[in-house]
């Protein structure tokens, strides 16, 4: 068993010993529906340049079975490709690495099973990103490739089972919406064995139509200067109509009508018959246009420009933002913390505990690396500050409260495997742990669970009162703490709340020891702090 001091005093939390460089190489990794893609890019000045890509068509979307399972044989082609992106970022330092799942992964019920075999063979984690949030990252890969300016935009983002629609200003959106619907979904819905004809064209057009109804008011008041599409659907059409003349740049609503009709009269989506028309594309093309005409038409557009923007692109810049210290994430607990008026002064000395408590059980990684780039104690961090956003709601079960809104509310920068874990370790910081002990705690959450249930029950009071050394240690069978004596016995509510939280612990088959120091053995741990 390994014991270190924690000296509770105000002093700085611990400090690694020299911090990480950022890295002038980041990569991100997007699994969409229709097609994987890896985007290497090289920083510079504050900008990314294009270095590398890689893309795979794998329509992940087509292998969703009847009930919401990813078949095995679009597995196997999806691991395949991920190997091969693996292969590529051999030697990238995890922090230079983003890879993110959408739709289907966000649908799939087998997409638990999927992603362990998956993170093996690309060497990194994969998050699946919420629909907002991807909208989000879309605006952002968008916006850095257009030029700057104060004008208004709507984005709209066809992808494989989901369309994004974002209105934002410059680099920051304001509206964001995700909409279950895409290229490929449609396609094998509204058009099976690829056969076009008016009546699955009216119907897939009709189809979206009613998934906007409910978006179409509120971007209509809010406007735009002007509207601009991204990721494949998007280009693909362009490049059609431009081919066979029906628009001289970017999609018009007579050029999409003219497709239309061509499309419905050759009743296929054949490249031989379609100049611009890439093989890859024309199983999702009918499916792409019914959704891109319903967008025009609700939307009232009659000219959108294009974008090389995509994803993956503002998944870069959001990583870039991660290294240089300039998190998304940590913008969001800031603005959570203000939106429901947590008592900030309370918050921040249960998290400076806990954070002394998780580096006193957690030493620093071999070589040093910087506090930032260690993410099960950022994870930390962020649910000390918000263990407490439930007390707007109602004090009784608040706990409870907070964890219900970070698992549900939209948390732009987090993925939703993040917000998962941060509900998970805010539900299991009071109370029974076996409500959690079943919900997918992971051997490094016991450890955060255990620093935020101490500083908590420490901090109880709400008070600036003096509080004592203590010792933490750890092994495989639970926990141990040391106390003065004399302190546990000026502190009798503390002291029973600890008795009663070892058998807490024991209920779930983890030990909590704890013991009581004699004056001297306090004497020797302040003097070792």
Not at 28 to 40: E, K, P, Q, W, Y
Not at 150 to 159: C, E, N, P, S
Not at 168 to 191: D, I, Q, R, W
Request: net charge neutral.
């Amino acid at each position: 068993m390994s014991a270190t001091l924690v000296r509770i005093a105000a002093r700085a939390p611990r400090c690694y010993r020299r911090p990480m460089p950022a890295p002038n190489l980041l990569a991100a990794v997007d699994l969409g529906s229709n097609s994987f893609h890896l985007a290497i890019g090289r920083v510079d000045d504050g900008q990314i340049y294009p270095l590398d890509s890689l893309r795979e068509v794998v329509r992940l979307g087509a292998g969703l079975t009847a009930d919401k399972r990813i078949d095995r044989a679009t597995q196997v082609r999806a691991l395949e490709a991920i190997a091969r992106f693996g292969e590529r970022l051999r030697g990238f330092p995890r922090q230079a690495v983003r890879a993110v799942g959408t739709n289907t992964l966000r649908v799939a019920r087998n997409a638990p099973q999927f992603l362990r075999e998956a993170r093996e063979l690309l060497g990194f984690p994969i998050e699946v990103i919420a629909g907002r949030e991807e909208a989000r990252l879309i605006y952002l890969g968008v916006a850095h490739s257009l030029p700057s300016g104060g004008q208004k935009r709507l984005v709209v983002d066809i992808g494989g089972g989901s369309t994004e629609f974002i209105i934002g200003t410059g680099l920051e959106p304001e509206l964001t919406e995700s909409l279950y619907m895409g290229c490929v979904s449609y396609s094998l819905k509204y058009f099976p064995d690829g056969r076009i004809d008016k009546q699955g064209m009216k119907a897939a057009e009709t189809a979206a139509r009613q998934e906007l109804s409910g978006i179409v008011r509120t971007y209509r008041a809010a406007g735009w200067q002007e509207a601009v599409g991204s990721s494949g659907s998007a280009r693909a059409l362009e490049d059609i109509l431009r081919m066979h003349g029906y628009a001289e740049d970017g999609i018009t609503l007579d050029g999409l009508e003219r497709l239309r009709a061509l499309l419905i009269k050759l009743e296929s989506a054949d490249p031989e018959h379609l100049p611009g028309l890439r093989p890859n594309r024309a199983p999702v093309l009918p499916g792409g246009l019914a959704i891109m005409l319903a967008v025009f038409r609700e939307l009232g557009l009659e000219h959108m420009r294009l974008s090389d923007g995509a994803l993956r692109h503002g998944v870069l810049y959001d990583l870039l933002g991660r290294v240089r210290h300039t998190d998304m994430r940590e913008a969001t607990v800031a603005q959570f913390v203000r939106r429901y008026r947590v008592d900030a002064t309370q918050v921040g000395r249960v998290q400076q505990l806990a954070l002394r408590i998780y580096d006193a059980l957690v030493p620093p990684a071999e070589g040093g690396e910087d506090a930032a780039d260690d993410a099960d104690r950022q994870m930390l961090d962020w649910a000390a500050r918000l263990t407490e956003i439930g007390l707007s709601i109602a004090h009784a079960q608040y706990h409870k409260h907070s964890a219900y809104v970070l698992q549900n509310a939209d948390m732009p920068g987090f993925s939703r495997m993040e917000q998962q874990r941060l509900a998970r370790v805010v539900l299991a910081h009071r109370g029974k742990l076996s409500k959690v002990q079943d919900l997918g705690l992971e051997g490094a959450d016991w450890t955060l669970v255990f620093a935020l249930r101490l500083a908590a029950l420490i901090h109880r009071s709400r008070s600036e009162a003096p509080l004592p050394p203590l010792r933490v240690s750890s092994d495989t069978a639970g926990y141990a703490l040391e106390l003065p004596r004399e302190w546990l016995e000026d502190n009798p509510l503390t002291a029973d709340a600890l008795v009663s939280e070892a058998e807490v612990w024991k209920a779930v088959g983890m030990r909590l020891q704890v013991s009581a120091v004699s004056e001297r053995r306090a004497a020797q741990l302040a003097k070792i702090a």
